[in-house]
């Protein structure tokens, strides 16, 4: 059992917007490629050619159908990494203390050096947030870039994770859900921003801005006509480019 | 436990030993990137901040190049082929040896009979250096893919308002409020749409998207129109027929800037001029000048033209064009209630959508206090904007009605005023360009000598049509005759056909680059690898010689009998130029190179130095100094000093001697050193004044002279009338010399309609629409560009199988359940293929991700890969003709204008089938060229 700090101050995370995610999996990728030659060993992919490719991301896009009472059926596209819980389950099931929660900016990390696969953290998160990996035997997750954020050899505006620098629509965003004066508090305050699954009780930190709603333009007043007879439209017509 | 060997908790690891900034190739959105490279391998790709397409960002695919640059699947020499074609068997051979085979094909064929080489590019980017090989080499049979692609979509665009979207136009992402798309393939263009729909919403912007499949940016629209494939031209009349009603439309945008005011002979259909516009002597069209009552020249100062009205002169009855336009569209056919069944759209939705465009385009107004001087020198203090603005792509473009319904949402966006106006729609240098400023077609070869002019261009009448003295094509594609006049980007899907068929005319040589025609990139993809490897009575192939170009070992490589292998992405130079398909916004001028950020470890060599090196042994004019020594060392060399016109290249940045000049200025021999030093790209701002209006505005004409986009100012209005569709039809009712065939003249008459028309796609109109009762269609995932995705390890694992998606009553009918397999037949064909439900879906259409499916053997993947046992292609269902009609001729699948293929006319029927795969067809394996892909990958590991 890992104990989990008993508060974080800060409390670095993302904001995921669902009304403006088109599901395109840059940031997947974005983030497969920076993580596989940063921090810890790279994400391995077996069979990659082959029959059965699979190999290890820290962040996964899902689509899914969602039908309303009214109205057609909609497409969510739905990011999904390791949302950096307050309590973090994932940390307190780790047998030999690899999976930690950071006091100073909650993020949770593994420590691949003391970290044997056996995989009780992967089950105990209720995101499947968890990957291990197949080739070097370590459980990976999403650091928060934590190799970029504070990264003093690049540019300060590149110091935000990955998948935030490179998502095209700005679907992304990164800060301190801690500070409510943050842009990203309060985003999640104008947005009415939600928990993924509260009922675990694991108090993620990172949000998920619902979809606004849609297909509301069906009852709208349809436009007055001028004339129903092609002769009021020539005389409309005439008196319109006589007030020009 | 275990702390102490915990990461620091500010870890500041150093990302890379240097970056190199160059374009991307992963699809053709061309965005920036930075290339970070340690210990000289590419170490990770990023997006570029300060690069103008992509401002920073980067795609899934732009983000998996690394994938793309380690492929396996990269060819590594030229080869010549040992065994049959289409088996995959070649020996390795040197360079020398490729050059001299393929100028031991080409050189007797120049100097006899040009045409007989068919040279055809796919998804180039250097088509303004290809077509000039081609010009110089003298065939007329050249083009790249768009024939197949979306021509409909930019001839519309050009012939209708003289320019395009995505290229040539864009929204104006940051002042629209509302924003409608309709059937955007999700890469055209990828990052921008992207961004802007992101800045659009967050400003609190609205999105209508209207596609039969609610996935990508149609998922996040806040109204989805699941419309019915084909019918977006009545969709669109109906929206027009309810603004017209109500008289939402911009009065005075329409007097100023379009030909609404033309007048049209209208009064005798048997005379000669029966719907052409009266001109005078000097051929200037006239309208009725309201002041006076009398007619003037339509760009005579003060003029402000009649927009209804009946003028006789000579005896001879005119309309204004825009009467005959609100006769047509207020006509009750094209009423929502008559046009809804066919859509598939409610009529209140439609009266909602058109309501709502016309409140944000006049309620919601944009007055910006910037004044400008127009075309006829009239000074205006403000531009007012419409904030409504539309893109379109492919969904719209391939249908056989699709030029016309790509002129109709012109003409939607021009009757709202909102094009070239804050929060509309914007051109992108060099456009605006009318279609009278675009050069003619060329079709007339002579032996050892270049084309006379380009061979792609903007007929604007039947005497610009390619064809000989008998009535036959002079391209192998037909393209520009009377089968489809306007074919402005040929018509590629129909090369290997006819060139098999030998209709118009046998060919010797067909020469191809980056196109993948023997899979995915052709229609009817099964008997066209027949058709590649098909023999005459002789035991010779029927298509003798196949010349192909590619980086990687696509499906196409095992057909060809001579390969010249391409570098990749990383390691090429290449420029991105103003002459053909440059990358500029609505605010700036900009155009781009790559550059080998790093060096092929491979015998190989980038197509175009390749074609340089050709065109030299083969004394290409332009390709060889007057005394027949080589012009250009290779391409970069030819980008430095190549002058297409005096002081105007391909790259428009740091021009002359001194390189301080832009746009015009003479070769400068550091020209790549500057583009490089700044990230890859030229960028020069158009003045503030100029930003809108600009095919009006004098500020935007004189900036465009002087940067070189054209070499005297070119103000012009838009057509709502096409004059040069009625010289069409005029001919089909037998005037003029250049007739049409009778059989070609009913549907040059109700197909080439001088204002947008509705027509039932020719497919469907052919077959039994009970037995074939269901729409289907393909779109290109966003993490994916044609069928180069799967030879990536990172994308593929995204997505390697493709399934049909089944709306759920069909689904429920047939008694589907999760994991099947289905038969879907067309009157062409029929597949099995793996299904799956999708309600999110027009409840007549049916879909599956495109290119996913690939033969065993091909891009060096296992030959039990799932993209082969599991994916699959429509294109077997889809054919270059359509169904025979009993006549014993051979009728394209393709728009009667433009020749664009009619991929989305497709029906087909369901059944379901027994479990399990693989996909039918199953073709046997290609032997691969290349070996296979490692089995495992650690990618990064070497770079602790």
């Known amino acids: 059992m890992t104990a989990l700090p008993k508060t974080c101050q800060k409390k670095l995370g993302l904001v995921i917007d669902l009304d403006t995610c088109v599901g395109c999996h840059a940031c997947v990728v974005n983030c497969k490629e920076w993580n596989t030659s940063n921090y810890g060993a790279p994400l391995s992919d077996t069979d990659a050619y082959g029959a059965n490719p699979v190999g290890t991301f820290l962040n996964r896009v899902h689509s899914y159908e969602v039908t309303p009472a009214e109205g057609p059926a909609q497409t969510v596209h739905f990011p999904k990494s390791c949302l950096h819980c307050e309590d973090a389950p994932c940390v307190s099931v780790c047998p030999t203390g690899a999976s930690y929660k950071r006091s100073e900016d909650g993020i949770v990390l593994v420590n691949e050096d003391d970290c044997m696969g056996c995989g009780l953290c992967a089950w105990a998160c209720p995101y499947g947030a968890r990957e291990l990996d197949a080739l070097a035997g370590v459980m990976k997750k999403c650091t928060l870039c934590v190799d970029r954020i504070y990264n003093e050899n690049i540019p300060e505006e590149d110091r935000v994770p990955?998948?935030?620098?490179?998502?095209?629509?700005?679907?992304?965003?990164?800060?301190?859900?801690?500070?409510?004066?943050?842009?990203?508090?309060?985003?999640?305050?104008?947005?009415?921003?939600?928990?993924?699954?509260?009922?675990?009780?694991?108090?993620?930190?990172?949000?998920?801005?619902?979809?606004?709603?849609?297909?509301?333009?069906?009852?709208?007043?349809?436009?007055?006509?001028?004339?129903?007879?092609?002769k009021g439209f020539l005389a409309w017509l005439d008196k319109a480019l006589e007030a020009l | 436990m275990g702390?102490?060997?915990?990461?620091?908790?500010?870890?500041?690891?150093?990302?890379?030993?240097?970056?190199?900034?160059?374009?991307?190739?992963?699809?053709?959105?061309?965005?920036?990137?930075?290339?970070?490279?340690?210990?000289?391998?590419?170490?990770?790709?990023?997006?570029?901040?300060?690069?103008?397409?992509?401002?920073?960002?980067?795609?899934?695919?732009?983000?998996?190049?690394?994938?793309?640059?380690?492929?396996?699947?990269?060819?590594?020499?030229?080869?010549?082929?040992?065994?049959?074609?289409?088996?995959?068997?070649?020996?390795?051979?040197?360079?020398?040896?490729?050059?001299?085979?393929?100028?031991?094909?080409?050189?007797?064929?120049?100097?006899?009979?040009?045409?007989?080489?068919?040279?055809?590019?796919?998804?180039?980017?250097?088509?303004?250096?290809?077509?000039?090989?081609?010009?110089?080499?003298?065939?007329?049979?050249?083009?790249?893919h768009g024939g197949f692609c979306s021509v409909n979509m930019a001839a519309a665009g050009i012939y209708t308002m003289g320019g395009a979207f995505w290229e040539f136009g864009q929204p104006?992402?940051?002042?629209?409020?509302?924003?409608?798309?309709?059937?955007?393939?999700?890469?055209?263009?990828?990052?921008?749409?992207?961004?802007?729909?992101?800045?659009?919403?967050?400003?609190?912007?609205?999105?209508?998207?209207?596609n039969p499949i609610r996935s990508g940016y149609n998922a996040v629209a806040d109204e989805w129109i699941g419309i019915t494939p084909g019918t977006d031209g009545l969709f669109i009349l109906s929206i027009i027929h309810e603004l017209l009603r109500a008289g939402r439309i911009d009065l005075d945008y329409l007097c100023r800037y379009t030909n609404a005011g033309f007048l049209v002979r209208v009064d005798d259909p048997k005379a000669e001029d029966h719907g052409l516009f009266l001109r005078n002597d000097a051929g200037v069209a006239q309208v009725i000048d309201r002041a006076t009552g009398k007619i003037a020249n339509y760009d005579a100062p003060d003029v402000k033209p009649d927009l209804a009205g009946h003028f006789v002169q000579d005896g001879k009855g005119y309309k204004p064009a825009f009467q005959l336009l609100a006769e047509t569209y207020l006509s009750p056919d094209h009423a929502p209630d008559a046009v809804a069944d066919r859509c598939g759209i409610a009529p209140d939705r439609i009266r909602a959508v058109a309501a709502e465009l016309a409140r944000v385009a006049f309620e919601e107004e944009i007055v910006l206090d910037q004044p400008w001087t127009d075309w006829k020198g009239e000074r205006h203090k403000k531009m007012i904007g419409r904030p409504v603005s539309f893109h379109a792509m492919r969904g719209i473009s391939a249908h056989s009605n699709g030029f016309q319904?790509?002129?109709?949402?012109?003409?939607?966006?021009?009757?709202?005023?909102?094009?070239?106006?804050?929060?509309?729609?914007?051109?992108?240098?060099?456009?605006?360009?009318?279609?009278?400023?675009?050069?003619?077609?060329?079709?007339?070869?002579?032996?050892?000598?270049?084309?006379?002019?380009?061979?792609?261009?903007?007929?604007?009448?039947?005497?610009?049509?390619?064809?000989?003295?008998?009535?036959?094509?002079?391209?192998?594609?037909?393209?520009?005759?009377?089968?489809?006049?306007?074919?402005?980007?040929?018509?590629?899907?129909?090369?290997?056909?006819?060139?098999?068929?030998?209709?118009?005319?046998?060919?010797?040589?067909?020469?191809?680059?980056?196109?993948?025609?023997?899979?995915?990139?052709?229609?009817?993809?099964?008997?066209?690898?027949?058709?590649?490897?098909?023999?005459?009575?002789?035991?010779?192939?029927?298509?003798?010689r196949i010349l192909y170009s590619d980086a990687y070992s696509s499906e196409m490589v095992a057909f060809a009998d001579l390969i010249l292998p391409d570098t990749t992405y990383l390691e090429r130079h290449d420029c991105i130029s103003l002459l053909d398909r440059p990358i500029c916004e609505a605010?700036?001028?900009?155009?781009?190179?790559?550059?080998?950020?790093?060096?092929?470890?491979?015998?190989?060599?980038?197509?175009?130095?390749?074609?340089?090196?050709?065109?030299?042994?083969?004394?290409?004019?332009?390709f060889v100094n007057e005394d027949g020594s080589r012009k250009y060392a290779d391409y970069a060399d030819y980008i430095t000093n190549h002058e297409r016109r005096p002081g105007v290249g391909p790259l428009a940045g740091w021009r002359g001697e001194d390189g301080a000049s832009e746009g015009r200025g003479a070769a400068n021999p550091e020209q790549l050193d500057r583009y490089i030093e700044n990230g890859g790209f030229w960028m020069a701002h158009i003045p503030e004044?100029?930003?809108?209006?600009?095919?009006?505005?004098?500020?935007?004409?004189?900036?465009?002279?002087?940067?070189?986009?054209?070499d005297k100012p070119l103000p012009y209005v838009f057509n709502l009338y096409l004059e040069p569709m009625r010289k069409l039809q005029r001919a089909a009712e037998g005037h003029g010399d250049c007739q049409p065939p009778d059989r070609l003249r009913e549907r040059i008459k109700s197909t080439c309609t001088p204002l947008p028309v509705w027509y039932e796609p020719f497919e469907e109109a052919a077959v039994d629409k009970a037995e074939y009762p269901v729409h289907a269609l393909?779109?290109?995932?966003?993490?994916?560009?044609?069928?180069?995705?799967?030879?990536?390890?990172w994308l593929r694992q995204i997505t390697n199988v493709n399934r049909l998606y089944i709306p759920g009553?069909?689904?429920?009918?047939?008694?589907?359940?999760?994991?099947?397999?289905?038969?879907?037949?067309?009157?062409?064909?029929?597949?099995?293929?793996?299904?799956?439900?999708?309600?999110?879906?027009?409840?007549?259409?049916?879909?599956?991700?495109?290119?996913?499916?690939?033969?065993?053997?091909?891009?060096?993947?296992?030959?039990?890969?799932?993209?082969?046992?599991?994916?699959?292609?429509?294109?077997?269902?889809?054919?270059?003709?359509?169904?025979?009609?009993?006549?014993?001729?051979?009728?394209?699948?393709?728009?009667?204008?433009?020749?664009?293929?009619?991929?989305?006319?497709?029906?087909?029927?369901?059944?379901?089938?027994?479990?399990?795969?693989?996909?039918?067809?199953?073709?046997?394996?290609?032997?691969?060229?290349?070996?296979?892909?490692?089995?495992?990958?650690?990618?990064?590991?070497?770079?602790?």
């Open chain 1, 162 to 230: 990955a998948c935030v620098r490179t998502c095209p629509a700005g679907a992304r965003h990164f800060g301190d859900l801690g500070d409510p004066e943050s842009d990203v508090s309060k985003l999640v305050a104008a947005r009415g921003g939600v928990d993924l699954m509260p009922e675990m009780e694991t108090r993620p930190v990172n949000k998920y801005l619902p979809p606004r709603k849609k297909d509301e333009l069906t009852k709208g007043e349809a436009l007055a006509p001028k004339s129903t007879e092609p």
């Open chain 2, 3 to 144: 702390t102490e060997t915990r990461i620091a908790a500010r870890p500041s690891p150093k990302v890379s030993d240097e970056v190199r900034q160059t374009t991307c190739y992963m699809c053709a959105c061309r965005c920036g990137i930075n290339v970070h490279l340690q210990n000289g391998k590419v170490k990770y790709i990023e997006g570029n901040r300060d690069h103008p397409v992509n401002k920073g960002v980067l795609c899934a695919k732009g983000s998996a190049g690394i994938m793309q640059h380690y492929s396996p699947a990269r060819l590594k020499a030229p080869m010549k082929r040992v065994g049959p074609r289409g088996s995959g068997q070649f020996e390795e051979i040197s360079w020398e040896e490729a050059y001299e085979i393929a100028v031991s094909w080409l050189k007797p064929i120049r100097e006899t009979d040009p045409k007989r080489l068919a040279f055809f590019t796919g998804r180039d980017q250097s088509q303004s250096f290809t077509s000039f090989w081609a010009q110089a080499y003298g065939t007329p049979n050249y083009a790249a």
């Open chain 2, 172 to 210: 104006d992402w940051d002042r629209a409020k509302l924003v409608m798309i309709f059937g955007v393939a999700e890469d055209h263009d990828s990052n921008p749409i992207k961004a802007g729909i992101g800045r659009l919403k967050a400003r609190g912007g609205k999105v209508i998207g209207v």
């Open chain 2, 405 to 544: 319904t790509c002129r109709a949402l012109h003409i939607l966006q021009i009757l709202l005023g909102s094009v070239e106006v804050p929060g509309g729609f914007r051109f992108k240098p060099p456009y605006p360009k009318p279609p009278e400023a675009h050069p003619k077609p060329n079709a007339v070869g002579r032996p050892g000598q270049p084309l006379p002019g380009p061979h792609l261009g903007f007929p604007m009448g039947p005497e610009d049509l390619q064809i000989c003295k008998d009535g036959k094509p002079l391209r192998i594609d037909k393209a520009f005759t009377w089968e489809n006049p306007f074919s402005v980007h040929g018509l590629m899907h129909m090369v290997i056909s006819n060139a098999h068929a030998g209709d118009p005319y046998k060919i010797d040589t067909l020469f191809m680059y980056m196109a993948n025609m023997a899979w995915n990139s052709t229609m009817n993809t099964s008997e066209v690898m027949m058709m590649l490897t098909d023999k005459d009575e002789n035991g010779d192939y029927v298509i003798p």
């Open chain 2, 587 to 622: 605010e700036a001028a900009a155009d781009a190179i790559r550059w080998p950020v790093v060096e092929p470890d491979r015998n190989v060599k980038g197509f175009q130095s390749a074609l340089i090196d050709l065109g030299a042994r083969l004394g290409l004019p332009g």
């Open chain 2, 689 to 710: 004044e100029a930003q809108y209006y600009k095919p009006w505005n004098q500020a935007y004409q004189y900036w465009a002279v002087r940067i070189g986009l054209f």
């Open chain 2, 778 to 793: 393909t779109q290109r995932p966003m993490h994916m560009y044609h069928s180069w995705g799967s030879q990536n390890a």
């Open chain 2, 809 to 944: 009553a069909i689904w429920e009918a047939e008694g589907f359940e999760e994991g099947d397999w289905a038969e879907v037949s067309s009157v062409h064909g029929k597949i099995r293929v793996p299904v799956a439900r999708m309600d999110a879906l027009n409840p007549d259409t049916v879909w599956t991700w495109n290119a996913i499916g690939k033969r065993r053997g091909a891009w060096a993947l296992d030959e039990r890969a799932p993209e082969a046992e599991k994916g699959f292609l429509l294109n077997h269902l889809i054919h270059e003709l359509l169904p025979p009609k009993g006549d014993g001729l051979r009728w394209a699948n393709s728009d009667p204008i433009t020749g664009q293929a009619a991929w989305f006319d497709l029906r087909v029927k369901i059944r379901r089938a027994p479990p399990g795969g693989p996909s039918q067809p199953s073709h046997p394996a290609q032997a691969s060229p290349v070996g296979r892909g490692p089995r495992d990958i650690r990618f990064g590991e070497d770079f602790e």
